[in-house]
């Protein structure tokens, strides 16, 4: 069955921190960009990182400096290293799988919140 799994997600307190994973079951994962989007309530959906097959990543402005991206392909894993937590990162975080001409997959989401 073709999936990708997050986990990690949890209640912390401003400043704290929670790793990410996003494991992939069913497709070839070590082939795809990777990526990491967010949905905080009211808002529209945001990449938050990125991560290519050979491990280049890329960031947005507001988790520059806090947030980490990488990827264990012999896992089938990717991972989303979130420090210095602020009470704005609240969202629901969802991991992406693509390639371009291939199927892309979503995974069903991880709840982070951070109390002020």
């Known amino acids: 069955q073709v999936q990708l799994v997050e986990s990690g997600g949890g209640l912390v307190q401003t400043g704290g921190s929670l790793r990410l994973s996003c494991e992939a079951f069913g497709f070839i994962f070590s082939d795809r960009v990777v990526s990491w989007y967010r949905r905080a309530p009211g808002k529209e959906r945001e990449l938050v990182a990125a991560?290519?097959?050979?491990?280049?990543?890329d960031y947005a402005d507001s988790v520059k400096g806090r947030f980490t991206i990488s990827r264990d392909n012999a896992k089938n894993t990717a991972y989303l290293q979130m420090n210095n937590l602020k009470p704005e990162d609240t969202a629901v975080y969802y991991c992406?799988?693509?390639?371009?001409?291939?199927?892309?997959?979503w995974g069903q989401g991880t709840q982070v919140t951070v109390s002020s």
């Open positions: 992406k799988a693509a390639r371009l001409g291939r199927p892309i997959y």
């Open positions: 991560i290519t097959p050979g491990s280049r990543t």
